[in-house]
Structures are given as structure tokens and as C-alpha cells.
């Protein structure tokens, strides 16, 4: 049903790329998170799109894209891909204070299991 309600928002608004980005994840979440390679192409697509690289993380424009590079952060995870995770997470902790409560907190939660993960407790502290 959730596919179908995207699915048609795209229909309606082609040049959204939340939409497009909501629905990567909808199907994600759908193959029991067994499709990770279709999600990072996606998300990779639409970081093109939005013309935004991590490094270049320094604004406003980008607390309205957090949600592209949380994503991100959450895919190398589970590709096991950890120092890349922190360094994108690490990046959108910079900008942690405009966000939502809820999503401040996944944000945290990722970072502290990534350094948990990476034998670096000391960081995980600090947030």
C-alpha cells in the first residue's frame, strides 16, 4: 500500500526526489533489507541529482537533505562499511541542531553503535 500511495505522489510530482528517495526505502524495507546494492544506486543517483557531496556539507540546503545522507550512512552500515558510516554521520552531527528530536536521535543511535562497532567507546561518550 505504501508503494502505491509513492508511487502515485510520483505521478503527480516527477521532480521530487524525497518521493523517489521514500520509495528506494519503502523497498528496501520491503526485500527484508536483502537489496542494499539497489538502494546505494539510488541514493547515489539522487545525491548526484541534488548535486551534493558529503564533503561539502555546509548549510541550510543540506539539513533539508539530511534524510538523503542518513540513508546513506545507514546502507555502508550495513554493508559493514563503518569508517565511511561514521565519516557521513559524523558530518550530518555537524548540523544536528535544526533537526527533529526523533531524527537527532537516529542520527546518535547510528553513531554510537558505529563507534561501538570500531572499538572507539570514547567517541560514543561525547554525543
Known amino acids: 500500500a505504501c508503494l ?9 510530482n516527477k521532480d521530487d526526489y524525497k ?3 521514500n520509495t ?4 528496501f524495507c520491503k526485500s527484508n533489507q536483502t537489496t542494499t546494492d539497489n538502494l546505494r544506486q539510488t541514493l547515489n543517483q539522487l545525491k548526484n541529482q541534488v548535486h551534493s557531496v558529503v564533503e561539502e556539507m555546509d548549510g541550510l540546503d543540506d539539513v533539508e537533505n539530511s534524510m538523503l545522507y542518513y540513508n546513506q550512512a545507514v546502507i555502508l552500515y550495513h554493508l559493514r562499511q563503518y569508517t565511511e558510516a561514521i565519516s557521513v554521520g559524523e558530518k550530518l552531527y555537524q548540523f544536528i541542531e535544526p533537526f527533529e528530536e526523533k531524527f537527532a536521535q537516529a542520527v546518535c543511535f547510528l553513531l554510537v553503535d558505529l563507534y561501538l562497532l570500531t572499538y572507539q567507546a570514547e567517541k560514543a561518550l561525547h554525543l
Open 24 to 27: 528506494a526505502v519503502a523497498e
Open 4 to 12: 502505491q500511495h509513492l508511487n502515485t505522489l510520483q505521478d503527480i
Open 19 to 21: 518521493i523517489t528517495l
